[in-house]
């Protein structure tokens, strides 16, 4: 499916496409250049080539599979790939398939600048999305149209805000998790309209009365793979009303911000809008300040942290989330995974366990 | 204050030298009559001694820092002369957690930490050091709480998700240099968001430290740097000689001033001892091993709480490792340090270290020291809690092996926690590795 969409942008749009590794980037540049971003979360399941074997087993299975995918012979309608400077690993990654191999088409990297917001960063990061903007013009053959990208930062604002709407009243959509994350994660390989025709069409099954009944879970972590464990939320009684996957919510700018005379500090404004990520982050308590609203303005009952295993960043943040929940007297369960294609039967019943700890306390839901 | 200033400046230049002189005196009564060991070592150094009164002193002073003077818990590879003309007294974490791993104590340490929730899959050095934090257990007495927590991403961005965790146990400010990380030449704009964000911290150092900062003092303090650096330089560029005087694990611990106490005079003091020893040395044939048939370079950090069993083996068979991709990398910054501009050069110096560049430039780098210092073979620690300096080790092999024409093996190991460690199968690949070259 993914793979004849992409076909048809490059044969109907004469489209270029960039293959985007996690997990912030400035999509709006690429929109506005006419480049399809295929994101690459893995793709999971175990390594698409032998590739994965350049790598040592405790480096994290995305990175494992994305280099064997890169280097494999299945990317021939990629023209090229974007390494954001998200981790150590994938920085890594970049430098191994450019200098020993792998991969010979354009390269490009954005570095997301950390830790707080500070006149260091912000005049830094303005710099950077511009040189990103003048690579990917040579790259597509043409000079940025800056009300195009003014236009490209109107439209995915106007997506953010529909998968942010999706998401917050999340009680009120008739749609299961599994439905519902399938429409959020299609904009990871949708042309941005294509997206928020499908985003609209979801926001039909808005009603005006609480149709989610089951138990609220707010679920953190890096990317919902896989996909199954909606289904055996729903199965256990529970759905997701708070999200902070990386790949999901954490990427949502919660306020529409006025397009301003200079597209590039728009975007980085934008930047320092979201939700704090621990890739970009200097400041736990920030974040935990963060999650802690999140947890309450939906009414959540327990948290689900799901990562991946060897995810640094994800993982030291985990004793200071369990604290602050703990505090809250919140139960917190851990779930650690390698991109698996199903989810085993151990992790299945810890799940249901937790719900039904969820249930039987007075967290419990209504289900 | 003052009394504690006063117990600060007693344990460092009278109590800790006072302490060192009365067991320099008892362990050489307990030597009088004793037999010596056999061993496939050269005599020892007698820097070691001079190392270990110098750390012992230096660690036992940081025991009365807190409220004397200003504290900084640093990563290794922040540029730390600059904070030395503000009076900080600095803490490594990670030499702290090395000496922790030597002395065996990170499983202890490392369970402490994941009670409270970290992985055992992250860094051991970060494990060590928040189990030593949650704990208060450090051998080296104690260690002073941090003013300021100085974070530098030129190793690994490892360090910044550490330095959060510790800026939240602290409740410090946490000083973030953030260095992007430099595939061939680094971007103008690059450098200078480095040296922006050097400039930002001397600001938020002159506030916590009271004072500010005198350019002369500044350039003095780099000029120092520079110094130590070119020193630890030449005293690594010994190893180049057949046989080396030393070796290259010698120089893991040796290297510990450049790293600890860069910018200041004890350090420089120290390495020009260290370098007048390695050059009497070789000037009398004394090798680091008695009989060097076949040279080694070592990449990545060390098994810290193996090195004496490794170096034991490798000596054994008649094998040095005369240099290490790792030790090097303190001299590389000093190269680019220019004193008369002491934020803008060490923007450049500190952005362009062998941790944050690409792997042609780590190839490129072990291709040199593989000609410069005659080299056979490679070892390749592949590290566990190291993922940013093993990445791209199985691709080098090959071009080891292919390209530059040197053996290379992989090395499954961690730097500093033993549960990662499977000695007999490491010793084993080792032998078959070192018969290889007969």
Known sequence: MRKAYIEKQKREHNRKVLAVLPIHYPKEILTALDILAVELWGPPGPPRGDAAGRLQVYICSLVRNATAFLAGDD????????????????QGMSTLLEDFGGWEKPVFRFFHPRGESRKSLRTFLVAELKS??????????????????????????????????????????????????????????LWPEDH???????????????????????????????????????????????????????????????????????????SYAAPPCPTQTSTQGRRMEYLSRLFDAHGAVGVIVHELKFCEPELFDYPAIKKTFSEKGAPVLLLEGELELELSGQVVTRIEAFIELLDSGEHGGAS | MITRRIQYEMAGRVVGPMLMSLERWQKSRRRRGGKKKDTPFGPSLESV???????????????????????????????????????????????????????????ELSDAAEAEGYSRDLCGYARCDLGSVITKKTP???????????????????????????????????????????FGEAAPHHI?????????????????????????????????????????????????????????????????????????????????????????????????????????????????????????????????????????????????????????????????????????NRLDLIERLTKEYKVHGAVLHSDRSCKPYSIGQIDLKERLGEGVGIKALVLEADHADPRSYAREPAENRLLAFMESFH
């Open chain 1, 196 to 270: 928020l025709q499908e985003l609209r069409e979801a926001e039909g099954a808005f009603r005006p009365e609480v149709v989610q009944k089951g138990i609220p879970i707010m679920i953190s972590g890096y990317v919902p793979e896989p996909m199954a464990i909606f289904q055996v939320l729903e199965e256990a009684g529970a759905f997701v009303a708070a999200d902070d996957y990386a790949g999901v919510g954490r990427r949502l700018v919660p306020s529409i911000l006025e397009v301003g005379e200079d597209p590039f500090a728009t975007l980085a404004e934008m």
């Open chain 1, 75 to 90: 990317v021939g309608m990629v023209d090229g790939v974007l390494y954001p400077h998200t981790c150590d690993s994938i």
């Open chain 2, 49 to 107: 001694r001079r190392l270990k009164e110098l750390m012992t002193v230096y660690y036992f002073k940081g025991r009365y820092a807190d409220g004397a003077v200003p504290v900084a818990w640093v990563t290794s590879g922040f540029p730390v002369e600059l904070l030395r003309p503000l009076g900080f007294y600095v803490v490594y974490p990670e030499n702290h957690a090395a000496i922790c791993s030597v002395q065996r104590l990170v499983p």
């Open chain 1, 132 to 189: 990103l903007a003048a690579q990917l013009s040579d790259f597509v053959g043409r000079e940025m149209d800056m009300d195009a990208l003014r236009r490209a930062i109107a439209m995915h604002r106007r997506i953010d805000e529909a998968r942010a709407g999706l998401l917050g009243r999340r009680s009120h959509l008739e749609m299961s998790d599994s439905e519902l994350y399938r429409v959020l994660r299609r904009g990871e390989f």
């Open chain 2, 192 to 360: 200078q968001y480095v040296k922006d964000q050097l400039e930002e911290l001397m600001e938020a150092a002159e506030k916590i430290g009271g004072k500010k900062v005198a350019t002369e003092e500044l350039e003095e303090t780099t000029r120092m740097a520079v110094e130590g650096t070119r020193l630890w330089g030449e005293c690594l560029a010994a190893g180049r000689n057949e046989p080396s005087p030393w070796t290259a694990f010698d120089g893991f611990f040796h290297m510990a001033p450049i790293v600890t106490m860069r910018g200041g005079e004890e350090c420089n003091s120290y390495y020009r001892g260290l370098l007048d020893e390695l050059k009497d040395r070789i000037q009398r044939g004394i090798g680091g091993i008695k009989n060097e048939k076949y040279r080694l370079l070592w990449d990545n950090l060390p098994i810290w709480f193996n090195v004496r069993e490794l170096s034991t083996l490798f000596a054994e068979n008649h094998f040095n490792f005369v240099c290490s991709t790792y030790t090097d990398a303190w001299t590389e910054a000093g190269s680019r340090i220019d004193p008369a501009d002491p934020i803008g050069s060490a923007a450049e110096a500190y952005t362009y270290i062998i941790l944050n560049r690409d792997l042609k």
């Open chain 2, 140 to 182: 080296m007495g104690r260690l002073p709480k941090p003013d300021m927590l100085a974070c530098c991403t030129n190793i690994c961005q490892t360090v910044l998700y550490w330095y959060r965790s510790l800026a939240a146990h602290f409740q410090v400010p946490l000083v973030l240099i953030d260095t992007p990380f430099v």
